[in-house]
């Protein structure tokens, strides 16, 4: 039996906020239901929270076999991150209630996903805040960097699954990823299966075993297992954010992204009071 990974990343665009890196390992031969599409379409506005915070509540339900007390503990259960402040404000507010009203219905309304529980192995999810990430592009002049190396950073994590295929999205119009693969697995023989401005894919071998990375364009439209993946990564950010904008005391709600209210906001933020390199991200 073999096994896939789809891995996706939310967060690339905004000027608040972490990027965020999601890798979820499952067998080839699962079932994922038709309804886990791409997070776009999953995720289209705000009252559609409660759709991705129950997908998230399921995921931790399959490896703990339990229900979360709150969305901290799914923040906890799958998160790996790094602070250097004492004050931590993309964690100090993650919120400690659920929105959605009655997670135990959840169990039952998601039998379909935990019918096939046996055959989610793991879930990954890397957090990048703010400082980290600035601290990166400003040595690298990278945000493409940036983020592949995080890519690698989740697949070297997960490689010691026999034969496991990587599916990955896309990073902006690349199509040529031998060398950076080359640079970040040197130790290992690359193989190019396809270069194409659809489908980049590629076969690495160490020590008599290889796995299989391929960068997609449009991955989640393809793989449903890269949809659930950017389902739980967006779960996690909005979290994450939803401690910011707490942290910070704002009152309503704003993306973090380049709209005019975000804008409108960080005209306002007193930084003798916060760390700005842990909240405003370089373009």
């Known amino acids: ?37 791409d997070s776009k379409i999953f995720y289209r506005k705000k ?12 995921a931790y339900y399959i490896f703990e076999n339990k229900l979360p007390l ?4 799914i923040f906890i259960r799958f998160s790996y991150r790094k602070c250097g402040f004492e004050d931590n404000i993309c964690e100090k507010n993650i919120p400690l209630n659920f929105k959605t009203e009655n997670i135990k219905e959840i169990i039952e309304k998601y039998s379909d996903i935990l019918k096939e529980k046996d055959k989610i192995k793991e879930i990954k999810v890397k957090i990048v805040c703010p400082y980290f990430l600035n601290d990166f592009v400003k040595k690298k002049n990278s ?37 950076f693969i080359q640079y970040f697995f040197h130790n290992y023989e690359i193989y190019t299966l396809k270069e194409t ?9 160490k020590n008599n075993f290889s796995f299989e990375v391929g960068f997609y364009k449009n991955v989640e439209k393809i793989f449903p297992v890269a949809s659930f993946s950017s ?53």
């Open 197 to 205: 401005e659809e489908i980049s894919k590629y076969k690495i071998l």
């Open 70 to 73: 709150s969305p901290y503990e």
């Open 143 to 179: 945000k493409f960097l940036l983020n592949l190396f995080n890519f690698f950073e989740i697949i070297k994590g997960l490689e010691n699954y026999r034969e496991i295929k990587f599916f990955c999205g896309k990073i902006g119009g690349t199509i040529y990823y031998r060398n």
């Open 1 to 37: 039996m073999g096994y896939i990974c789809g891995i996706d990343e939310n967060g690339f665009g905004p000027v608040l906020g972490p990027l965020v890196i999601t890798g979820i390992v499952v067998s080839e031969d699962i079932k994922i239901p038709d309804y886990i599409v």
């Open 231 to 283: 389902i739980i990564g967006k779960y996690i950010r909005e979290i994450v954010m939803e401690s910011i904008r707490k942290s910070l005391d704002i009152k309503e709600e704003i993306s973090g992204y380049r709209d005019k209210r975000t804008k409108k906001f960080i005209e306002k933020i007193d930084f003798s009071k916060f760390r700005k390199e842990c909240i405003i991200r370089i373009s």
């Open 47 to 58: 009252n559609d929270f409660k759709k991705i915070e129950e997908i998230a509540i399921v």
